[in-house]
Every structure is written in C-alpha cells, then in structure tokens.
C-alpha cells in the first residue's frame, strides 16, 4: 500500500466541510467501503460515521476525516475521492486506477 491510501479533493473536502456545518457535527468522518454486488462485480458505498476502528486506514485532510475499513483499502490503495456536480446530479465518486472495467454510473467496478 502507497502512502497516501486515498486522495481527496479540494471538492470533496469543501463538500465534506458543508455537510459537518449542516449536522452540526463537524466530527462526523465519512466512511468509504466497498461492496459485492453492483453490475461490474464491486460497488463502493459511503456513509458518515463518528466511529474509528483499529484497523481503519484514516486519511486527515485539514478537520475532515476519511476512514476506510482493512478490507476495503486493498481494493482503494491510490484512489482518488472527489465530489462532482454534473447533469448525473451531485455525488461523491471514487477515481480507482485499480479497477479494469467500471459500470456506465461509476458506481460499480471489478479489478
């Protein structure tokens, strides 16, 4: 595994900063994971969490938080997480130079 495990965009963490400011609850990491299922094999899946796990990878980039389970960070080394706002609608979506084919969404990939 690299050093950096996962990058996160000036986009993302603008985004992640405005969620934290409306839940008033500018602790809350968000959690990257990946999934079986989803039509190229794996799906990632994000969600806000205020736990950490011994295991969790943690990346900090200025007060925001993302935390990636052992299991998922295998599959995430390198990847880049950004927030886009394109006619698809607004979503955090995940750059994986891992992954060998990806659905039409994004949302899913195998490796």
């Known amino acids: 595994?690299?050093?950096?495990?996962?990058?996160?965009?000036?986009?993302?963490?603008?985004?992640?900063?405005?969620?934290?400011?409306?839940?008033?609850?500018?602790?809350?990491?968000?959690?990257?994971?990946?999934t079986g299922g989803g039509c190229a094999g794996f799906s990632y899946g994000f969600k806000f969490d205020d736990q950490v796990n011994d295991m969790d990878t943690v990346v900090e980039n200025g007060d925001v938080?993302?935390?990636?389970?052992?299991?998922?960070?295998q599959y995430l080394d390198g990847s880049e997480?950004?927030?886009?706002?394109?006619?698809?609608?607004?979503r955090f979506v995940i750059n994986n130079p891992n992954a060998t084919t990806t659905c039409g969404c994004g949302s899913s990939f195998s490796i």
């Not at 934290?20 to 959690?31: A, D, F, I, V």
Request: proline share 0%; charged share 20%.
């Open 1 to 34: 595994m690299s050093d950096a495990a996962i990058q996160v965009t000036g986009s993302a963490v603008d985004k992640l900063q405005q969620l934290g400011k409306e839940e008033q609850n500018t602790g809350l990491n968000l959690r990257v994971y990946i």
């Open 65 to 73: 938080k993302v935390v990636v389970d052992s299991l998922s960070i």
């Open 81 to 90: 997480l950004d927030y886009q706002e394109n006619l698809m609608g607004s």
